[in-house]
């Protein structure tokens, strides 16, 4: 069976973590491909509220096996305090895989990250000071230390010597001295190497095997696609490749086991740090989305910008992700507003333009097109009770135009609507009255 990516195609912040819990109830197990802590998924499961950083969604499944990929970097001591926050939702070792070959997040890298930020000054790019730019430089800058070396003593030390005259450069005097201290950091290492041991192994081989079995397998990513180092607003972009094909290289499984891509919109659009935002409302219409949407970063905590949702970012994620269906969340979110609109193409320099464009200059003087659009105002609190599968017409009359809208302008079908951040918030869309889709059966909230 092919393996399915869920991949955000905006800022990050879309409800990937919701969607990949959602569906993990049909799949065996789910991928982290990409990324590092710097990574927030909120779950809500009954009156329960889990924020999830470096584990994958699916680990809240009772009979799904969480793995961090290859892709992956990982601070140890988060890693082990996160795990340990669930308690005996994850009782057992076989439930969480770890790659051998993911790229392991050092004290100093945070310091390092906190300290070219500040650095830049008004140029800060907003990373979240979790170290994630310094591992991935060291990994291609073929420096870094991986999982697997953490149970190497002399690995550790040397490849620290290497690294270390580099790192005090970079930090000012006042830095805690032990973040630099080779006999420390080489203790803190191999202590966390013995921590993570019953987790490690070569989860490329695990994956692959379970795919050979014909089990579905979800591979999550952790921040959208205009976050990408390659194909996102660059330079204010993450250190890691977030679109959907990257699933393949990060978890270490060949290209022709990803064949349904499930592209994830957001109804509007936000987006943390700096960078271009042609659809950003910056009047009581934006802060009355932050509010009702609580955006709120997962692992910082700042405050998103926020604004309509922009389809000629969407249309670019679904072209370079090759998105085969949309997931749209926080419909309920636009529920409280008088009327929705959305960006179908820009207008720059007085032409018209329905693709990105990659210069940011450009990006800056696009003016967005926009299409108004009633709210289903009304209905806040939307729940569809009982209403598990439906085609698109079943729904109110406002939200299915607003759906129809996206498809048209996509030209992708809509497969999966949310409506609020519960499980059973959700429903399946098909493409006729009566009609869902099928292929993961629902089943009730466990």
Request: net charge neutral; proline share 5%; charged share 20%.
């Amino acid at each position: 069976m092919p393996g399915t990516v869920i991949v955000g195609t905006q800022f990050g912040d879309e409800g990937k973590g919701k969607v990949t819990d959602l569906l993990a109830a049909d799949a065996t197990m789910v991928v982290r491909y990409q990324g590092g802590d710097n990574a927030g998924h909120t779950i809500r499961i009954g009156t329960e509220t889990f924020k999830l950083h470096l584990l994958p969604s699916g680990i809240l499944r009772a009979d799904v096996t969480a793995v961090i990929g290859n892709g992956c970097v990982i601070d140890p001591a988060v890693l082990l305090s996160e795990l340990a926050s669930l308690g005996t939702r994850v009782p057992d070792h076989g439930r969480l895989l770890v790659s051998d070959r993911a790229h392991v997040t050092l004290p100093l890298h945070r310091a390092l990250d906190v300290a070219q930020e500040t650095a830049r000054g008004g140029k800060a790019v907003g990373t979240t000071g979790r170290g994630i730019g310094p591992t991935y430089t060291d990994k291609v800058a073929r420096a870094g230390l991986r999982v697997g070396d953490l149970a190497e003593p002399a690995t550790v030390r040397s490849r620290l010597e290497e690294t270390l005259p580099h790192a005090r450069r970079s930090l000012s005097d006042s830095a805690e001295p032990s973040l630099t201290d080779l006999d420390a950091l080489v203790e803190w290492c191999v202590a966390q190497g013995a921590a993570l041991a019953p987790y490690v192994t070569d989860t490329s081989l695990a994956i692959t095997d379970e795919l050979a079995k014909g089990h579905e397998v979800l591979f999550e990513g952790a921040q959208g696609t205009h976050l990408d180092i390659d194909h996102g607003t660059y330079p204010f972009v993450t250190s890691s490749n977030t679109v959907a094909p990257a699933a393949a290289v990060g978890s270490g499984i060949g290209a022709q086991h990803l064949q349904r891509v499930i592209g994830v919109v957001k109804a509007y659009t936000s987006r943390v740090g700096a960078g271009p935002f042609p659809t950003e409302l910056t009047d009581e219409r934006g802060e009355r989305l932050r509010q009702a949407g609580v955006e709120f970063g997962t692992t910082t905590g700042r405050p998103r910008r926020c604004g309509w949702l922009d389809l000629v970012q969407v249309r670019y994620s679904i072209r370079v992700c090759g998105v085969t269906e949309l997931a749209l969340t926080k419909l309920d979110v636009l529920a409280a507003l008088p009327e929705v609109q959305v960006a179908t193409h820009y207008r720059i320099d007085g032409a018209d333009v329905r693709e990105l464009p990659a210069s940011l200059r450009a990006i800056e003087r696009a003016v967005p097109m926009m299409v108004t659009l009633p709210s289903w105002k009304g209905l806040e609190g939307l729940t569809l009770a009982g209403l598990r599968t439906c085609a698109i017409a079943d729904l109110p009359g406002p939200l299915g135009a607003f759906l129809r809208l996206i498809e048209q302008q996509t030209g992708t079908p809509v497969t999966l609507a949310s409506v609020g951040p519960g499980r059973e918030q959700s429903v399946l869309l098909g493409r006729r009255s009566g009609e869902g889709r099928t292929r993961f059966a629902w089943r009730e909230a466990s």
